[in-house]
């Protein structure tokens, strides 16, 4: 799987919206973008992927940039609930049992404050 | 949504005893399963791959001895950790892939907490 890179800590005010931001330049053309949460002490809260088009549902949208080399998550507005650490991860959809391991980083930080 | 249940969500056991995590798919069947295991500060860090029905396939440096790993039916897996000792206390996640999910997603379980004493 492609490799992700991810700055380590963001700040956002209650009610702004969060903009995180996720290199994968080594994107092969079958991997998604998946994004994930993990909130303190307690595992990982699936949030969004993509293949090539923008995605939106009830809590996030996902934009990919139209190499594909890069992609933002956006929290519209964000809560003090929001805070927790995020991680972008790129993965290919093909089949096999190890199909679903997931390479963690060690994601973004997001401290949102009142 | 898809839920993956752990249980328990805490133990705390006696150095030198087993302790079994148990994993479950509450709404959907899952082929495949992970355990992953999360030290303070850290990232999630991949243990093993649970097949239902086979043998686990173990990553590299995980003793398989160790940790025990059954994927007995479509919806449970569980992880022994036998023999425990104090560097074993961490918080250990398991997953489950949907394959009936567009893009085929995975679900992470809440955390099991093991304070080896």
């Known amino acids: 799987d492609a490799k992700t890179t991810q700055p380590p800590s963001m700040d956002c005010a209650e009610g702004r919206a969060a903009n995180l931001p996720c290199n994968h330049s080594?994107?092969?053309?079958?991997?998604?973008v998946y994004w994930y949460r993990q909130i303190h002490s307690q595992g990982p809260q699936y949030i969004i992927h993509g293949l090539k088009n923008n995605e939106t549902n009830e809590m996030a949208s996902l934009i990919i940039t139209e190499d594909r080399k890069s992609s933002t998550l956006i929290l519209p507005h964000a809560t003090l609930r929001d805070t927790a650490v995020y991680y972008c991860?790129?993965?290919?959809?093909?089949?096999?049992?190890?199909?679903?391991?997931?390479?963690f980083g060690q994601g973004t930080i997001l401290t949102v404050h009142p | 949504g898809a839920v993956v249940s752990q249980h328990p969500s805490r133990v705390i056991c006696k150095s030198g005893t087993s302790v079994k995590i148990e994993c479950r798919s509450l709404d959907f069947q899952a082929t495949t399963m992970f355990w992953y295991r999360q030290f303070p500060k850290q990232s999630l860090m991949l243990m093993a791959t649970s097949n239902e029905g086979s043998k686990a396939t173990y990553e590299q440096g995980v003793e398989k001895d160790k940790f025990l790993i059954n994927h007995a039916s479509l919806t449970l897996s569980t992880l022994t950790v036998t023999s425990a000792h104090p560097e074993d206390s961490s918080f250990y996640i398991c997953?489950?892939?949907?394959?009936?999910?567009?893009?085929?997603?995975?679900?992470f379980g809440e955390g099991s907490w093991l304070t080896v004493v």
């Open positions: 080594t994107i092969s053309g079958n991997e998604y």
């Open positions: 991860i790129v993965r290919g959809n093909a089949g096999g049992t190890s199909y679903g391991k997931l390479t």
């Open positions: 997953s489950a892939r949907d394959v009936g999910a567009a893009g085929n997603t995975i679900y």
